[in-house]
């Protein structure tokens, strides 16, 4: 039975109208179905919901104007053209015509993106906003092996790895790192970027292994619009520092795949000498390039004092006054979340072994305004250097250790940037097992959610922190008025009496903390034993009473109720009942590995 | 014959050696050769007169060899030397002087190389000869024998012990050994070297201008020069101008060296940008859920699942299943590289994709919101909360009560066929009736001073007289009650054919004699009429019977669908017949229908009229409870789902603002109704108390009255 009969040539209305599924979309655009798919992924048009499916569930429906929207895009012209020039190609290499063939090649049109891009964010902070996904992939790629038979191309993971580390040298120079997260798939950061939380996850540097159950053209094509979109996007962060944006990085450290640090090192460098006038630090920056340069062949020993000299270069220069009165503004432009993160590290100087994980260290430490270096050619400076005060370990093999730093692992630097404070090294020695590392995009305010311990002594050391700075400013401004030539040893002494008095304060607090639970325990355990019964008992019934009175009241309420707020409230409380069996599943394993504990001593 | 055999072969040499001796070496041996076989053939003679081939060769081998060894050795070697050599020139050896029929014709031996091969089966495969013991004939129609196989160990054995025997080939086809001189070997190995085979051969000889020579006085073209060597050629010119003018035109285009388009500054400033494009909503992917302390790489310990739970999972659902197990490893160093991350990065892709997005409003409150705001219950008081008391009596399931105007008695009727009155306050049992059939209905004068109690029964309507009240007032309703066995059957006879009004002695009332089963009484709020309900009669569903006149009327309606029950409007004349999907309004005055109310429900079963007259509620067999306002709309304005089962009753109290349903599942709710007398407010209902500890028999519930 035919239900809506319509005459022929009469127009269709509502959701038949609106919507056609995939194969009609395919017909009227003439493309094959990878073009579309590619299309779609650039021009990031999704199926849509119709309300009524007219064609069946099983049907992908496209909104009939965003068929259009990619009717008139001019990529589909390109590829037309690409898929002739490639026909062409074949003619020549079938004719063994390989210059011709060559030539054609050489000629193939190749699609742009960038309409596409500023189409899709037609601002910056839309880019930003939807830059995670773009991050997570770049980096992912950047971690690939390239292969042939995979279609990985060597120069898409260079171009990765460039702009990954471009995207990481900006984040780090402006101190924009929030959160870090080593987890089992690698390791997540969260930076806030123009009031943007921004988070990637770059995988371990390890091997990854493409598997065959993964269509990498689907990841190419999305990779082919997330390069371009990460190039423009770290070009317009670069401009907003006043740097050049392609940057032109040190060939030998980059040989030695040193490129995060490179860059670094330019992006502070160009930055330090930035001035209103937009041809003048170009120059600068090129002088100062060469400067560089020739100080590298002659010496390497002498970094160190290179980067001093950079850092009072911009003092000597005539429009240094300038600059300072910029700098000053854009410090009160800073938020005081990029402040604490900037001084996390100040007095902290780190040495990375051959054996930590360099580059997310080289990445975190210095965003969190640390100096760090590590075991390796290009480094700036060595292990025997006495001023570090931190060496990050990961063995518990080793040649020379010196009394005067502290031997800690990797997780201690993640942990104390997640905790924005510096914790103490003891739990995290070499050779003992670290406390747990704990996800900092949890919130505990959510109620009834398991708070784990460590969180719980992290969370009394920050709030020991925050009260010992309260009387220290004074001293902190001293500090800061004082020359900047400090001796690096009296950094070290102060940074050392820092932490014994924070170590003092701690274990201060620990103590009263303990004796508070002792006093609690006691008046517990008087309560419930010598305290008469009677009161309890009765309190017990009090509230049985209460609940009786409460629950059959709860129904009530669900009486009046229209059935769809019924539905939804009974679904919620499914929700919530299944987090709460979650945490309660927590809880019991802790119970009982405590138990054990407890057996065991 | 001997002088054409000696003449033959010798003619044949000569003949066929004149071509050659260019390549070969010098002739002499021939010639030797030649005198040899001479020498042999004359020996022969001396020998043997006549003798068969066969016998003659084999003698002229013995002789041959006896011979050769005796008078002239240097010259038979050298001999043998030359045939070699003619063998390699013919590509063929077949020079062996072992081989027994060679021998048969040293004298021609080279010519026989020419000719052909030792085998005569000519060009075909070995294989056919493979199980014969010859190759084919010769020209005298003989077996060419097979020489006999040597047994492999043996010819291993005289390979070792032959110093030559590297330079030993075996040629298959004539089935012979070859031994390979010296210069055949450097032949072989230039050969191997791509060079070519003769060592004096070569390959890049000088030019030799063989048309100059020194004493050459005339030029081999006397022709002068000409001039278009020494002009610019004018094709070439046209040629050219002929590309300058294309490049200027623009026909010709050269291939530009690329230039890689970097990156510019795409988002100059944000303030122009903030139009709309008038596309479709774009609605940004949703982000990635961010991980929690199990995914952590070192995650408390609480949170690493149990063997057992671990084991667990895979009982479970591949659905259910937890996609990530924690993991704890002890240093960084330790963290394996994630095996999934392709998988989850593609995923992601297709998610962005290929998913359509759809805003969801995701409600991020407190459930407890979301119920309404009643006002408390405490404030609602006085309602039952608890069992005050209970009646016990009946031996089945109580289908109705009814209690008096004052408030003083109660009646109940119960399936059992009796009905009780019972005093409320003691819960002492005044009277009991047997009435023999089931109790379906029981009503209350609502006269105070008329203690008329109408029972429904099976197909009978019963009006009994409690016999309470003083005398003057027993008289009065005995009054009532008295009727005409006679005259009362004339009178029912015309107007109501169905209902007979009888005298009941047993019980000293009334008997309504119905043609089908009566299942609800209702009395008029002046107590005079009463209505009946017979669901199952087709023209008289609902009947009014008016008490002081024992007379009976139908209603002057036509009714639609199965009528439930009825009732009477507490101030005005007007009726409701509740049917089994709406409740039609009637005023009895003006006859005709005023409201027709839609409850939506499947099938009511009772009604209840609000004191105030512009509310009722309905309650229904699936467990559904509407109110009506009848100011506000013929639509319910809330229904109320609260029994899993069949309502049986509902009611409404006739002073406070409390109204009540009862159900199958033994449960009674009571809620709050206020009405307010404001037109613009609507009713409150809250709901109270839900009254438990009844049980069920017969699975049916029981009727409530307040």
Redesign the interface.
């Known amino acids: 039975m035919v239900k809506h009969y319509r005459p022929p040539g009469k127009k269709k209305e509502g959701n038949a109208a609106k919507f056609v599924i995939r194969s009609q979309a395919l017909k009227q655009l003439q493309i094959s179905l990878p073009l579309f798919r590619k299309l779609c992924i650039l021009k990031g048009v999704t199926p849509r919901e119709p309300k009524k499916k007219f064609k069946g569930t099983h049907q992908t429906y496209y909104h009939v104007k965003d068929i259009a929207f990619l009717h008139h895009e001019p990529l589909v012209e390109i590829h037309r053209a690409i898929r002739v020039h490639e026909r062409k190609i074949k003619k020549a290499e079938a004719k063994k015509n390989h210059e011709r063939a060559n030539r054609l090649r050489e000629k193939t049109p190749k699609p742009k993106i960038d309409r596409i891009i500023r189409q899709r964010y037609p601002r910056f902070v839309d880019a930003l906003g939807e830059l995670d996904d773009c991050l997570t992939m770049v980096h992912l790629f950047a971690a690939l092996p390239a292969s042939e038979s995979k279609k990985i191309e060597v120069e898409c993971v260079h171009k990765c790895r460039r702009l990954a580390h471009e995207w990481q040298a900006f984040i780090s120079r402006t101190h924009k790192l929030r959160k870090t997260f080593v987890s089992v798939k690698g390791i997540y950061y969260q930076a806030e970027v123009e009031g943007q939380m921004i988070t990637w996850l770059t995988p371990h540097s390890l091997q990854q292994v493409v598997s065959d159950d993964v269509d990498i053209v689907t990841m190419l094509n999305f990779l082919q619009l997330y390069e371009p979109l990460l190039s423009f996007v770290n070009f317009r962060l670069y401009h907003s520092i006043n740097l050049k944006y392609p940057p032109i990085l040190d060939p030998r450290l980059e040989a030695l795949a040193a490129d995060l640090y490179a860059l670094s090192r330019y992006v502070s460098t160009k930055n330090g000498s930035s001035v209103v006038n937009s041809e003048a630090p170009q120059v600068e920056s090129e002088q100062l390039e060469t400067k560089q340069k020739e100080l590298e062949t002659g010496n390497e020993t002498s970094e160190l004092r290179l980067a001093q000299l950079q850092h009072q270069l911009p003092s000597n220069e005539p429009g240094a006054l300038m600059h300072l009165v910029e700098e000053v503004t854009g410090e009160h432009e800073e938020d005081q979340d990029t402040k604490e993160c900037k001084t996390l590290f100040k007095n902290v100087k780190f040495f990375l072994s051959r054996e930590v994980p360099r580059e997310s260290l080289l990445f975190v430490i210095p965003a969190f305004g640390g100096i760090v270096s590590w075991e390796g050619e290009g480094a700036p400076f060595g292990e025997s250097d006495q001023s570090i005060t931190h060496q990050i370990v990961d063995r518990e093999a080793q040649g020379h250790r010196f009394l005067s730093r502290d031997y800690v692992q990797p997780q201690w630097v993640f942990d104390c940037v997640n905790a924005r404070i510096i914790l103490p090294t003891d739990n995290y020695l070499v050779g003992r097992i670290p406390p747990p590392h704990l996800s900092p995009f949890i919130n505990y305010d959510e109620e009834g959610a398991y708070v784990p311990d460590y969180a719980k002594t992290i969370k009394h050391l920050q709030a020991a922190a925050r009260k010992e700075v309260l009387p220290l400013p004074g001293v902190g401004n001293e500090d800061l008025e004082d020359p900047q030539n400090l001796v690096v040893e009296g950094i070290i002494g102060r940074a050392e009496a820092n932490e014994a008095a924070e170590r003092k304060k701690k274990m201060m607090i620990l103590e009263q903390q303990y004796h508070n639970d002792l006093k609690k325990e006691l008046k517990g355990v008087t309560y419930t034993t010598a305290g008469s019964k009677e009161t309890s008992g009765a309190v017990q019934t009090g509230e049985s009473a209460t609940n009786v009175e409460e629950n059959p009241d709860d129904d009530m309420g669900k009486l009046m109720m229209s059935r769809k707020k019924r539905k939804l409230l009974e679904a919620m409380q499914i929700s919530n009942k299944r987090k709460q069996a979650q945490v309660d599943l927590i809880k019991h394993r802790k119970k009982k590995i405590d138990e054990a504990k407890s057996q065991r001593s | 014959m001997k002088g054409k055999k000696k003449t033959m072969p010798k003619n044949d040499v000569h003949e066929e050696e004149a071509p050659l001796p260019s390549e070969k070496v010098p002739s002499p041996p021939v010639s030797d050769s030649d005198s040899d076989s001479d020498y042999e053939d004359s020996s022969a003679d001396d020998g043997e007169s006549s003798a068969s081939l066969d016998s003659l060769s084999e003698s002229e081998l013995e002789d041959d060899s006896s011979e050769n060894g005796g008078s002239s050795g240097n010259v038979e070697a050298e001999g043998t030397e030359s045939s070699l050599d003619e063998d390699i020139v013919n590509g063929e050896g077949s020079g062996s002087e072992n081989s027994d029929l060679d021998q048969q014709v040293v004298e021609s031996d080279s010519s026989e190389d020419e000719v052909a091969p030792r085998n005569t089966i000519g060009d075909v495969p070995l294989k056919w000869y493979e199980d014969e013991p010859h190759i084919g004939y010769d020209i005298k129609g003989k077996k060419i024998k097979k020489k006999e196989k040597q047994d492999k160990l043996d010819s291993f054995l005289a390979n070792v012990d032959d110093s030559k025997s590297w330079r030993k080939i075996y040629d298959e086809y004539n089935d012979e050994v070859v031994e390979l001189t010296k210069d055949e070997i450097k032949l072989v190995r230039r050969l191997l070297k791509n060079q070519a085979p003769h060592s004096d051969f070569d390959p890049y000889p000088d030019y030799v201008d063989w048309y100059k020579w020194e004493d050459a006085k005339h030029p081999l073209s006397n022709a002068p020069e000409p001039k278009r060597r020494f002009i610019p050629s004018k094709w070439e010119a046209k040629k050219v101008v002929q590309y300058v003018r294309a490049i200027r035109k623009g026909t010709i285009t050269f291939?530009k060296p690329?230039e890689e388009?970097?990156?510019?500054?795409?988002?100059g400033d944000?303030s122009g940008?903030?139009e709309?494009?008038n596309?479709?909503a774009?609605i940004?992917?949703p982000?990635?859920k961010?991980?929690?302390?199990d995914?952590?790489?070192?995650?408390?310990?609480?949170?690493?699942?149990?063997q057992e739970e671990i084991n667990s999972y895979q009982l479970m659902f591949e659905e259910d299943r937890p996609k990530f197990i924690?993991?704890r490893?002890?240093?960084?160093?330790s963290?394996?590289?994630?095996?999934?991350?392709?998988?989850?990065?593609?995923e992601?892709?297709?998610d962005?994709?290929?998913?359509?997005?759809?805003r969801k409003k995701r409600?991020n409150i407190d459930?407890e919101s979301?119920?309404?705001k009643?006002p408390s219950?405490k404030e609602l008081k006085p309602y039952p909360i608890s069992c005050y008391i209970e009646y016990k009596g009946h031996e089945d399931a109580v289908t109705s009560i009814s209690v008096e105007a004052s408030g003083q008695w109660m009646a109940s009727g119960s399936s059992d066929g009796t009905v009780r009155v019972w005093e409320v306050e003691t819960g002492r049992c005044l009277r009991r009736w047997e009435v023999g059939e089931a109790v379906s209905c029981v009503s209350w004068n609502p006269l105070p001073d008329m203690h008329i109690l109408a029972v429904s029964a099976g197909q009978d309507v019963l009006l009994l007289n409690t016999g309470l009240g003083d005398e003057e007032l027993q008289n009065q309703i005995k009054e009532l009650l008295w009727i005409d066995s006679s005259t009362a059957s004339d009178d029912s006879g015309d107007k109501a054919p169905s209902v007979s009004w009888l005298k009941d002695d047993k019980h000293m009332g009334l008997r309504l004699r119905h043609f089908k089963t009566v299942t609800a009484v209702e009395w008029h709020r002046k107590g005079d009429y009463f209505s009946t309900v017979m669901p199952t009669d087709i023209l008289f569903k609902v009947l009014i019977h008016q008490l002081s006149k024992k007379l009976t009327q139908k209603l002057p309606f036509k009714l639609r669908g199965l009528a439930v029950r009825s009732t009477f409007h507490p101030s005005r004349s007007i009726f409701f017949v509740c049917t089994k999907k709406s409740v039609r309004v009637y005023d009895l005055l003006k006859t005709k229908l005023i409201k027709k109310l839609d409850t939506g429900l499947r099938e009511a079963s009772s009604i209840a009229v609000h004191p105030g007259g512009d509310n009722l509620i309905v309650g229904s067999k699936e467990g559904k409870m509407c109110w009506f306002d009848m100011d506000l709309s013929s639509k319910p304005y809330?229904i109320?789902?609260?029994h899993p089962k069949d309502i049986n009753n509902v009611i409404f109290h006739r002073s406070y603002p409390l109204f009540a349903s009862c159900s199958d599942d033994c449960t009674a709710?009571v809620f709050h109704g206020m009405v307010y007398s404001d037109l613009n407010q609507n009713p409150l209902?809250?709901?109270?108390?839900?009254l438990r500890g009844h049980t069920s028999s017969n699975g049916r519930g029981e009727s409530l009255a307040v």
Request: proline share 14%; aromatic share 12%.
């Open positions: 291939d690329k388009d970097g990156p510019y500054l795409l988002w944000d940008s903030t709309k494009s596309h479709l774009y940004p992917a982000k990635q961010l991980p929690g302390h995914e952590s790489y070192n995650p408390p310990l609480e949170y690493i699942p149990t924690p993991k490893f002890t240093s960084m160093r963290i394996p590289a994630y095996e999934n991350a392709m998988k989850e990065s593609f992601r892709c297709l962005l994709y290929l998913c359509p997005r759809v409600l459930p979301l119920k309404p009643l219950r809330k109320l789902k609260c709710y209902i809250v709901p109270l108390e839900i």
